[in-house]
């Protein structure tokens, strides 16, 4: 698989627009153990990534993720901000320099922007975050790609994982954040930010099978 930095936008694109379609069931799930607001928090970051995409006339997709980190903070003005700001900058550092990917790139962007977001926001898988999504789904990206698997069906295992991880929070009580308030009350619902973690990382690989 070679991506050119067109291919890089498409998959960002499709991800801004699969946000926005569902952000009105992230603010739904946000409403049940916080405030509300997690669908319209990811919307403006995601549509601010949208525009930056659209604007961006470089040939760097390293540089571009680093626009990004920027365009989404600036938009959000949640914890989520810094989380994925953080993320995009980890991965811009992963593409440094390239007009062209090649799969393995992607694998080890996602790797580095998820540590990021581990690093950035302290949650422990169990906490009831997006962690609870994104590290599973990273494991299960990095024992795909370490059996063998192609790029396609080793993000394919990753979302897999990660929707077992975001189902897996309803059970769980908050520990982190507003939703920690309500305590006891947590359970039984799915952790907001799990669940566009998912979002972002199926639409992701969903745009990848139309590069392969
Ligand atoms: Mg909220």
């Keep these: 698989m070679q991506l050119s930095i067109d291919d890089w936008k498409r998959?960002?694109?499709?991800?801004?627009?699969?946000?926005?379609?569902?952000?009105?069931?992230?603010?739904?799930?946000?409403?049940a153990v916080g405030d509300g607001d997690h669908g319209v928090t990811?919307?403006?970051?995601?549509q601010a990534i949208a525009r930056r995409l659209d604007s961006y006339e470089g040939e760097d997709c390293g540089a571009l993720c680093k626009e990004l980190a920027m365009s989404f903070l600036n938009a959000v003005g949640s914890s989520v901000g810094p989380l994925y700001a953080t993320a995009f900058l980890r991965g811009a550092a992963v593409l440094?320099?390239?007009?062209?990917?090649a799969g393995e790139d992607l694998v080890q962007f996602w790797l580095a922007a998820v540590n990021g977001i581990r690093e950035r926001g302290k949650a422990q898988v169990g906490d009831k975050t997006m962690i609870d999504a994104w590290q599973p789904a990273m494991e299960a990206l990095q024992e795909a790609r370490e059996a063998g698997l192609g790029i396609v069906e080793s993000f394919e295992a990753a979302v897999a994982a990660g929707e077992r991880g975001r189902d897996a929070?309803?059970?769980l009580v908050s520990q982190k954040g507003?939703?920690?308030r309500l305590?006891?009350?947590s359970v039984g619902h799915i952790d907001p930010g799990a669940a566009s973690a998912v979002a972002i990382l199926a639409a992701f690989t969903?745009?990848?099978r139309g590069c392969a």
């Design 178 to 180: 507003r939703s920690s």
């Design 42 to 46: 990811m919307s403006l970051g995601w």
């Design 96 to 101: 440094q320099g390239k007009a062209r990917l």
């Design 169 to 171: 929070t309803a059970a």
């Design 183 to 185: 305590g006891d009350r």
């Design 206 to 208: 969903e745009a990848l």
């Design 11 to 31: 998959l960002l694109s499709h991800i801004a627009r699969r946000i926005e379609e569902q952000k009105d069931d992230f603010s739904a799930l946000d409403r």
